[in-house]
């Protein structure tokens, strides 16, 4: 089976995401690729999940290499983002004997992703980790970038620090497995990336007979999407991984999608179905403000459809709206930062967009 490998530059370092259907059961051989001795402890953090579906998979093959590794079990979902699920992966990280030259592997979608990451930039002021992605949302995002963190009562994701991973495994055979409705979720995440920098991808998802070809998971058709979608998000987090200016483009349709998920409580929406309706939304603003053409907004809402994802907005409170999206990371100097299209393949910031401006499409 081919791999293909996406060179991640960040400051003096680098590091290499390796696409390749049936890679899990190579995760020893690349660790000895990649320098790691086998006298190092490996936590691997996942849920039970996944742990059932492919925990054994990558144990043995670690095994084989003459790595000692074991598993730890978080609870799954995103109430147990958390300080106190933190906590317990720092229990099982002492109880364990971690030294400074342990590693931490992330197994699973972006929540376990998040927090291993999270936890391993600061259990004994950092370990290295590797994210081993089984989700097509953590797969074209949190995966690579290096953002980590767990949420605080008042936000999400309010609690974090930039960390980069040692090496990203994408096994595009997990997918076989994953909820249908979680696939087209991380479709939305590679429709946006189509929207800020790359026409050619947008087109390519919207021709017929490569919509089939990755909705019935054909390899090299998965292979494309996700690898296009990696490359730029390292182009963009190589340019500006603490999200100064461009890397905030990654955002786009996050603000709308962020007040969604807050406001009807995460797990009505998946990120990614909230996403798209929060792309509609900016797609919408952007056309009423005369920066891309009508046309472009309705191509762009009908990409969104075809991959089976909502763009129908909820009727939510306008007051509560304002509210979360003044709360956002996002806002800086008391002003709101919006992520908007010029075109299919190209956004820009702004920052004169007004309450009256979107608050017509909350009623
Ligand atoms: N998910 C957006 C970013 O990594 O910056």
New binding site residues.
Partial sequence: MIENKIHVPIDKNFYEVTIKAGLLSEIGNRLVELGIKSTRKILIVSNQEIANLFGNIVLDNLKENNYSAKIFIIKAGEKFKNISTLNEIYDAAFEYGMERGSLMIALGGGIVGDITGFASATWLRGLDYIQIPTTLLSMV??SV?G?TGVNHPKGKNLIGAFNQPKAVFIDTDTLKTLPSREFNAGMAEIIKYGIIRDEELFEYLEDEFNLRNIVNLENQSLVKIIKDSVEI?SDI?SEDEK?KGI?AY??YG?SFGHVIENLCGYGEYLHGEAISIGMRIAGEIAFSKGLWKKEETTRQNNLIKRYGLPIEVPTLNKSDVVRILMGDKKVQEGKMRFILPNKIGKVSIYTDIVESDFLKYFC
Avoid: F, M
Wanted: proline fraction near 0%; avoid cysteine.
């Fill in positions: 995002d949190s970038g953002k998000k987090v999200e890397r990654l955002n996050h």
